[in-house]
């Protein structure tokens, strides 16, 4: 077991872009298993058009609803198409699919949308943090705590 309490593995999306996923626990991201098929023949029926399916949304987990799925993997699948290997953090559902190019542009803006996010949010939470800081070190200086040997 590694004394690291989390790994980083590194995503390039089709756009370019970079991405790192930290994973903050150790549990494996396995495939789900496949559905029981039944044994018994489904009754015939009518053939009835086939309803379009709706567009799935990538950033979505079907299982938990979680809006926090993010790619582990992708590669080219052929002309418009990508392969995408998608986790949720919450269930720790994962699973391969085949994409169309829109899916997938769809997903990056979602992504891309979840990272200004986390910047902007990271940003608030370091300019608060510098923000004690500097109280702390200005009331230490009224105190005449700051001495020449603190440098």
């Known amino acids: 077991m590694s004394a690291e309490p989390h790994h980083i593995r590194r995503v390039q999306l089709p756009g370019g872009k970079v991405i790192e996923v930290v994973y ?6 396995t495939e789900p298993a496949p559905a029981a098929v039944s044994a018994s023949p489904a009754p ?3 053939p009835t058009p086939a309803p379009k399916p709706a567009r799935r949304e990538l950033h979505v987990c079907p299982r938990c609803q979680s809006k926090l799925v993010h790619p582990i993997d992708w590669s080219e699948a052929g002309r418009d198409r990508w392969e995408v290997l998608l986790r949720c953090p919450e269930c720790e559902w994962t699973q391969t699919g085949i994409f169309e190019q829109a899916v997938v542009d769809d997903f990056d803006r979602e992504l891309d949308e979840g990272m200004e996010v986390l910047v902007r949010d990271l940003q608030h939470l370091t300019h608060a943090n510098m923000a004690e800081q ?4 200005v009331a230490a200086l009224h105190r005449d705590q700051i001495l020449p040997s603190d440098f």
């Not at 903050?24 to 991201?29: G, M, R």
């Not at 500097?134 to 070190?137: D, T």
Request: charge should be negative; avoid cysteine; charged fraction near 25%.
């Open 24 to 29: 903050l626990d150790s549990a494996p991201v």
């Open 44 to 46: 015939a029926a009518a």
């Open 134 to 137: 500097v109280e702390r070190f």
